[in-house]
């Protein structure tokens, strides 16, 4: 059975499907919507897709049937979500829904819980207001960039990239309120995007952060303290390996850890090489603490690799995004042992998302987000 796919870039979503057997991908449906549709997060008992517009304050809502001639249906459009967001997270419970946004340095919650109403809660509108790092392109306000719930689900975690600053949120009594503040060492790190550890356990241990300025994956051991998660530092690694310093534009962007908890996988942008990459990480869980290995990299085709997904729920192969490219999807092959083969598996002209103007003109307006169904 073919996998079937949500991918976004500037002004489109698409219902895609790929085919393991024939190694044949396919566009299904492009939804043509305004703005900068960077994220998007499905409730599928609900049958509802919600979808961001990184270059606005509009927030959108479709009814999702992937077997339908029209997938896309009963539109709701909000223009009351905070500008700028880059993320969506649902609440354990589904009964809320989280985006963070990075351009107004605020987290939303969302009122979701009939499936029908789509209400911003404004009185629990999140602020990150703490002092912002030393990289003035980038780090000039607070932005949040990711907002994931524990496994307990009480818990919420926020790398605010411009304040180089975990914010932990507790949403016990349906408060939502930053209980702790995590600084992130050294200034300028520029913290993006995380994961608890390990995958699928009641409460986590660890929890894994990427990076974004200093290209480092650090590992955090997790203490859960009745009022908020307290975070130790225990290791780091380069999303460069050991082989020199990064590239001094790099900047790291996608980070997914594995449902076995052996295999980290994080992309490479902005490296300056003709072709940016896909970064192999292996998980160690044999001392004290888990510790994060750099195995290699593999160039993914493109340049600004913003995100991909693991096809087979974790366990198959990379379908990576990229933004500027000759090719808009790229998919590698994982082996066996988790390492990322050379040779790509399959690659998807830009040609399909792109007329030649628009990619003479607006180069970087390929896929930005890529998920599976």
Avoid at 40 to 48: C, E, F, I, Q, Y
Wanted: proline content about 8%.
């Amino acid at each position: 059975m073919a996998s079937r796919l949500l991918i976004a870039r500037p002004g489109h979503v698409y219902l895609a499907t790929y085919d393991a057997t024939t190694n044949k991908f396919a566009i299904v449906y492009d939804l043509a919507t305004p703005g900068c549709p960077s994220w998007l997060a499905v409730d599928p008992p609900r049958s509802l897709v919600y979808v961001v517009d990184e270059d606005s304050s509009r927030f959108r809502r479709f009814r999702l049937d992937p077997c339908s001639d029209t997938p896309f249906s009963q539109e709701t459009v909000v223009d009351t979500a905070s500008p700028g967001a880059v993320y969506l997270a649902f609440s354990g419970d589904r009964q809320s829904l989280l985006g963070a946004a990075f351009g107004s340095g605020t987290v939303d919650v969302w009122d979701v819980r009939d499936g029908v109403t789509l209400k911003r809660r404004a009185e629990k509108t999140i602020i990150s207001d703490g002092m912002t790092g030393p990289v003035p392109y980038i780090q000039d306000a607070p932005h949040p960039h990711q907002v994931l719930a524990d496994p307990t689900g009480r818990f919420y975690v926020v790398p605010d990239l411009g304040t180089d600053e975990l914010l932990v949120v507790d949403a016990q009594d349906d408060a939502f309120a930053i209980s702790s503040r995590v600084p992130v060492a050294p200034p300028g790190s520029g913290p993006r995007h995380g994961a608890f550890y390990p995958v699928g356990a009641s409460v986590a241990t660890h929890y894994i952060l990427l990076c974004e300025l200093s290209n480092t994956v650090v590992v955090y051991a997790l203490d859960y303290t009745g009022s908020t998660l307290q975070f130790t530092r225990v290791s780091e690694a380069s999303t460069f390996g050991t082989n020199g310093p990064a590239p001094a534009t790099a900047r790291a962007g996608h980070l997914q850890l594995l449902p076995d908890n052996m295999h980290l996988y994080v992309t490479n942008r902005l490296t300056g090489r003709p072709h940016d990459s896909v970064a192999y990480m292996r998980i160690h869980a044999d001392g004290e603490h888990p510790a994060v290995e750099f195995v290699h990299e593999v160039p993914t085709l493109g340049r600004l690799p913003r995100m991909f997904c693991v096809l087979d729920g974790g366990r198959g192969d990379l379908l990576v995004a990229n933004e500027n490219s000759e090719f808009g999807l790229v998919l590698l092959e994982r082996s066996s042992d988790g390492r990322i083969k050379e040779s790509p598996k399959l690659c998807v002209d830009m040609s399909k998302f792109m007329d030649a103007d628009e990619i003479r003109e607006r180069p970087g307006n390929g896929p930005k987000f890529v998920m599976e169904l």
